[in-house]
């Protein structure tokens, strides 16, 4: 599984002459400009640039869908109320259902808004819980957690929202790292619809830019993209790295283990 990874990296330092050549993992002579070359991109805006928007569209992505589903998790979990399992029945029927299915209608929807060529068509649907998968996972690990914490809290004089933010969430820490995670990875590697959504190219991901590096080029420079492959997988390493303990942890406790 690391061998591919490993490939890329020497292959960012080999020529386009050696790359099509020679089945040698390291390279003859290592091309050091592919990295600066690279992050100066093909057009008039560089990586920076392609960096910074995923970050932007991610972060807030990601945040609005940890927001969204733990209140909604909440809800579904310690609470009863009309329609409840019907509407939870609802909630997990939308897990089945193919994107591709749903292409064309949430297209012609955002068009309506106005909100296509921007990263709106992202974020407004995690602001309002469209990610059934995570608020599953969250209502998982919520039945994990006893009711008594809840009584006792509103014995202390907590509301639910107190309850919710001072009690539950600092025990949810493990799953809202793997939420977060899954998260991040999954609207970071997007490329589909970013493709569909965003059309002006100071706006591209860095997943557009790497498609728009091989399209804007007469003769390719594959290290360059190479290379710019390993930067873009750099966050997605780095930040599993450092929170692995709590994705581990939120994996085996929110029943998506096995």
Not at 17 to 26: H, K, M
Not at 71 to 86: E, H, I, T
Request: proline residues 5%; glycine residues 6%; contains cysteine.
């Amino acid at each position: 599984m690391v061998y591919p990874l490993i490939w890329l990296f020497f292959a960012s330092f080999k020529e386009n002459t050696e790359l099509f050549s020679s089945l040698q993992l390291l390279p003859k002579h290592f091309v050091w400009s592919s990295y600066p070359d690279g992050w100066q991109g093909a057009g008039q805006y560089t990586y920076t640039t392609f960096f910074g928007n995923s970050l932007w569209m991610v972060g807030w992505t990601v945040f609005f869908t940890l927001v969204s589903s733990i209140l909604v998790a909440y809800g579904f979990s310690r609470f009863d109320f009309p329609c409840k399992k019907f509407l939870f029945m609802l909630m997990i029927s939308t897990l089945m259902l193919p994107n591709a299915v749903i292409i064309i209608p949430r297209y012609i929807l955002f068009k309506n808004f106005g909100w296509l060529d921007g990263y709106l068509p992202f974020i407004i649907p995690a602001a309002f819980a469209c990610y059934p998968f995570f608020i599953f996972m969250l209502i998982q690990f919520f039945r994990g957690l006893p009711k008594e914490l809840d009584e006792s809290a509103e014995l202390d004089g907590c509301n639910p929202l107190m309850t919710l933010t001072h009690i539950l969430m600092p025990l949810s820490k493990p799953a809202l790292f793997s939420a977060g995670i899954f998260q991040f990875m999954w609207t970071w590697n997007d490329f589909l619809n970013s493709l569909i959504y965003i059309n002006s190219i100071r706006k591209f991901t860095v997943s557009l830019a790497l498609r728009m590096a091989i399209d804007t080029t007469g003769g390719v420079t594959w290290n360059q993209i190479f290379a710019m492959s390993v930067v873009a997988v750099m966050p997605l390493v780095l930040i599993f790295f450092f929170a692995q303990k709590y994705f581990v942890e939120g994996i085996a406790t929110t029943g998506l283990k096995g």
